[in-house]
Nanobody, 127 residues
Framework: QVRLMESGGGLVQPGGSLRLSCKASGYTMDYYGIGWFRQAPGKERVGLLCISSSEEVTEWADSVKGRFIISKDRRANTLYLQMYNLQPEDTAVYYC????????????????????WGQGTQVTVSS
């Protein structure tokens, strides 16, 4: 059974940094695309970044370009999202998601119900 578990969220001041982790189990991350998404209160879910099986990065959200970096550790079967210069508008629940259909996860900009989702981790940016 494929499972994704996010961690690393929390409360951070504006300008601060966080690194989110997404531990995968039940499958090998190497062969499938996997991405980061977020949903702010009262807003729709949006895709941020995705990394394909060949480690090609898709950047969906202009608002995080130059501040957020996606990476993965193959041996740990873990996806990361390094976030710098966090701002209040980055406050959201952050999710990782994948699809056992090659790189389909990186083709669905805002995600859909076919993806396998983690439970999410809350990031709050506030002074």
């Amino acid at each position: 059974q494929v499972r994704l578990m996010e961690s690393g969220g929390g409360l951070v001041q504006p300008g601060g940094s966080l690194r989110l982790s997404c531990k995968a189990s039940g499958y090998t991350m190497d062969y499938y695309g996997i991405g980061w998404f977020r949903q702010a209160p009262g807003k729709e879910r949006v895709g941020l970044l995705c990394i394909s099986s060949s480690e090609e990065v898709t950047e969906w959200a202009d608002s995080v370009k130059g501040r957020f970096i996606i990476s993965k550790d193959r041996r740990a079967n873990t996806l990361y999202l390094q976030m710098y210069n966090l701002q209040p508008e980055d406050t959201a629940v952050y999710y990782c998601a994948t699809d056992l259909d090659y790189d389909r996860a990186c083709m669905v900009r805002n995600g859909d119900s076919r993806l396998t989702w983690g439970q999410g981790t809350q990031v709050t940016v506030s002074s």
